[in-house]
């Protein structure tokens, strides 16, 4: 079965530091998400790679998937307290289950 | 106006009783989920329907039924809660041919 393995598991940054969190397959991806869940709330929907190589961004939270589409990396510009929380990815499994991974709890303080 | 809600957010109960949690979604989506999230934060699927059909049952005690009166709302039953049930339930809706995911808000359930 196909395992998700996320690193950092946690993640304590200044305000205005740049991040990165890694997500690795165990098996090729043929689609990744990236989730964001708030401390306490439900996971909000961040980005959808599919394509090898494949590079989106959305104000300042940038996903890659690599060539091989076994790993994704998401990358966080001049952090601020509103990108605290958890981030999950996740991949298509069999039928219509998505896999999820470890998740990486970011802090970001002032 | 809420996509994807669920009720209560809050259960606390003890052992051995019955809940329910309701959740119905308001987008059209033909898949629903139910997902559980244990205190180390990691997600797992434990149902999926599709059309009020039954299509992914991970390996979940009989205890947990969910249930499917229509295509908007996925309500889900456990029986002689214990206390390893308690977690955070998340139910989710997707369309048929997509993979993206709407999420309600959880129901954190505590089992004393």
């Known amino acids: 079965s196909q395992e998700l393995e996320q690193s950092p598991q946690s993640l304590i940054v200044q305000e205005g530091k740049n991040l990165t969190i890694n997500c690795t397959s165990s098996?090729?991806?043929?689609?990744l998400y990236w989730y964001k869940q708030k401390y306490g709330e439900g996971l909000i929907f961040l980005m959808m790679?599919?394509?090898?190589?494949e590079e989106k961004s959305h104000e300042k939270i940038t996903a890659k998937l690599d060539e091989k589409k076994q790993q994704s990396s998401l990358h966080i510009t001049a952090s601020q307290p509103s990108h605290a929380g958890i981030y999950l990815c996740?991949?298509?499994?069999?039928?219509?289950?998505?896999?999820f991974g470890t998740g990486t709890r970011l802090q970001v303080f002032p | 106006d809420t996509a994807v809600s669920q009720t209560p957010k809050y259960l606390v109960t003890q052992m051995g009783n019955d809940k329910s949690i309701k959740c119905e979604q308001n987008?059209?989506?033909?898949?629903m989920y139910w997902y559980k999230q244990d205190s180390k934060k990691f997600l797992k699927i434990m149902f999926s329907?599709?059309?009020?059909?039954?299509?992914i049952n991970e390996t979940v005690p009989n205890r947990f039924s969910p249930k499917s009166p229509d295509k908007a709302h996925l309500n889900l039953h456990i029986n002689s809660l214990e206390l390893g049930d308690s977690a955070v339930y998340f139910c989710?809706?997707?369309?048929?041919?997509?993979?993206?995911?709407?999420f309600g808000p959880g129901t954190r359930l505590t089992v004393t």
């Open positions: 996740g991949a298509d499994g069999n039928t219509d289950k998505l896999i």
């Open positions: 987008l059209g989506h033909d898949t």
């Open positions: 989710a809706s997707s369309p048929l041919s997509g993979r993206k995911q709407y």
């Open positions: 790679l599919q394509k090898g190589g």
């Open positions: 098996k090729t991806l043929y689609g």
């Open positions: 329907y599709n059309n009020k059909e039954l299509i």
